[in-house]
């Protein structure tokens, strides 16, 4: 389905481009295409990797497009239980920090089912933090499930939290986490999938619009072909999707149309990643 049949029920007349601020292109197989025709349309992508072999190559393919920014990832459900191998990986990770302003996908995974490797995530979430507050002024898009508590401590102790802007990807944890993640300066990037729970669509409603962005983390899996309008469709019925949650819970002044959310979620982009 084409950008313009699937927005066809949503009225985007007047809207400025959408940016995607947690996307994986690198599960994308039309990846060049994807970053072209988002660069026609004025678009700002986030992309995402899961380990940090992959930040090179993607980088460099990525090169001739400004409107996509490529992370440096190693995303919690890769994180290796092994110990020497998990420091061999670690050891890469650091030393690639340094040519690298974007920092994504990472952070922990309390979840049941990579539980068992939470000590050895901690690990290397504290050991990434620690060197990005000392070179300051990363973008750090940040993988928190059942653990937002802990990445909150070490964002702090490490001193990212006032260095880095750290950025909550699809925050699905626990109100009194979000509040702390809201005080602390943090941005949160917002889509379908938290958007699609009654508790996503109050933290849609409760996060001040200064600290959200827009996100797809799309595809799911790897290999695929997506194609820029599946992206484009996805952000903007997020838009709406907050548009009707704020409407419901108004906070203070902030606006509630479409519109003008999108505007103001895009002037967030700019300011976050220029
Ligand atoms: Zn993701």
Redesign the pocket.
């Known amino acids: 389905m084409g950008e313009e049949e699937g927005s066809q029920s949503l009225n985007i007349s007047g809207f400025c481009a959408l940016h995607d601020a947690?996307v994986?292109l690198a599960f994308m197989n039309d990846r060049i295409q994807v970053a072209k025709d988002a660069a026609e349309k004025g678009s700002m992508l986030f992309s995402?990797t899961?380990v940090p072999s992959e930040f090179e190559p993607h980088a460099a393919e990525m090169q001739p497009y400004s409107n996509v920014f490529v992370g440096l990832g190693m995303?919690p459900w890769w994180i290796e239980a092994d110990d020497s191998l998990r420091h061999d990986i670690l050891s890469c990770y650091l030393d690639l920090i340094p040519k690298a302003r974007y920092l994504g996908?990472i952070g922990l995974d309390f979840g049941l089912k990579h539980e068992h490797t939470r000590d050895a995530q901690v690990e290397f979430l504290t050991g990434i933090c620690r060197q990005a507050a000392a070179e300051g002024g990363k973008v750090i898009?940040i993988?928190a499930v059942r653990s937002a508590a802990t990445v909150l401590d070490i964002l702090e102790e490490t001193g990212c939290i006032s260095t880095c802007t750290c950025i909550f990807?699809?925050f699905s944890d626990t109100g009194s986490s979000l509040n702390r993640a809201i005080r602390a300066g943090c941005m949160f990037s917002v889509g379908r999938y938290m958007l699609a729970s009654k508790r996503g669509l109050s933290y849609a409603a409760q996060i001040p619009l200064a600290q959200m962005l827009l996100e797809t983390?799309d595809p799911e899996g790897e290999g695929v072909t997506w194609g820029y309008s599946a992206i484009a469709k996805a952000l903007v019925s997020a838009v709406f999707s907050i548009a009707q949650a704020r409407e419901k819970h108004p906070q203070g002044n902030q606006p509630t149309a479409p519109k003008e959310l999108s505007a103001l979620l895009s002037n967030n982009m700019h300011r976050v990643f220029l």
């Open positions: 947690h994986h995402n899961v995303h996908e898009s993988h990807h699809w983390d």
